[in-house]
């Protein structure tokens, strides 16, 4: 007989400082979904072609792989923005979704029990961050145009106003594009100069075409 044991399949990355927090959280990767070509890999997103029974699948597949009841899951609807909606006790996922904003926070005892917030990103930047004394927790969509527009300090005021202090916050960067790719205008260079705290944003130019090469990690860490 030839056995083989079968390697499970790798949902999501974690951030260890997170683990060692005890906070289930997840980035997800593209392995282990149901969905069918052209949507074949763990696509989360609704409203795009995809079998809806498929999305729903891969949600369930991810709340799993994470420790987290689906059904629990805000989302909002992503605008490049700089507005932080928090999760209230009276709130519900499928109202909440519909509305327009950039980050979300969850308060622990104030907000519906075993309340998860989450973002979808594909080349943006997305920023975990969580309390270590309250509970509380913030999901973050870094675009260029939100992290501009104050988005990582407007989450951070909101946590601030509900009890948290700045030294038990935890951030956690997750995978996003970068400066190699991340080519952009000089009006793009401008707007996150004023926001940069003095880190380079800057990381080189193009050879070819003279254009900026842009590390918005950087400039979130200097606002973190």
Known sequence: WALWQARAVTLSLRSPMLQKAAFAHGFSLRAGGVSAAPFDALN????????????????????SDVGYDVERLFEISQVHGAVVR?????????????????ALVALGAQSPRAAVVGVRVADCL????????TGAVAAVHCGWRGVAASIVDRTLDALFAAGTHAGDVRAAIGP??????????????????LVAHGVAVVVRRD?????????????VRAQL
């Open 86 to 102: 928090v999760i209230g006790a009276g709130d519900a996922p499928d109202r909440v979704r519909s509305e327009e904003a950039d």
């Open 126 to 133: 997305p920023l975990l961050l969580a309390d270590v004394r």
């Open 176 to 193: 996003h594009i970068r400066a190699c790719c991340f080519e952009v205008g000089d009006e793009v260079v401008d707007a996150l100069r």
């Open 207 to 219: 050879d070819a075409s003279g254009k900026p090469h842009v590390a918005l990690a950087a400039i």
């Open 44 to 63: 989360l997103a609704r409203g795009l072609g995809d079998d809806r029974v498929n999305v729903a699948g891969n949600h369930r597949r991810l709340g």
